[in-house]
C-alpha cells in the first residue's frame, strides 16, 4: 500500500508538470501568474495543485515507511 501511494504521488506530480507547461488561464502574462491564479481558482483541478499533491503523497509514503 505505500508502494502505491508513492506511485500515485509520482504520477500526480509528473501530470501537475505537464499542466502547468500547457494549461491556459483568464489572467497572468506569465506562465507562473497563470499557474497561480489556476490554483487559487481551481485548487487541486489545477497543475499547481496536483503537483503539490503529488509531492504531499511521496512526502506521506516516505514518511509511512520510517514510522512503520
Known amino acids: 500500500m505505500r508502494i502505491a501511494f508513492i506511485i500515485f ?10 499542466r502547468m507547461k ?3 488561464a483568464f ?3 506569465s506562465q507562473t501568474g497563470k499557474n497561480i491564479f489556476n490554483l487559487i481558482l481551481m485548487g487541486e483541478a489545477s497543475g499547481l495543485g496536483q503537483f503539490l499533491g503529488g509531492v504531499l503523497c511521496i512526502v506521506i509514503g516516505i ?5 512503520k
Do not use: A
Open 9 to 18: 504521488g509520482i504520477i500526480l506530480t509528473l501530470w501537475g508538470i505537464h
Open 22 to 24: 500547457t494549461d491556459d
Open 27 to 29: 489572467f497572468g502574462k
Open 63 to 67: 514518511i509511512s515507511f520510517i514510522i
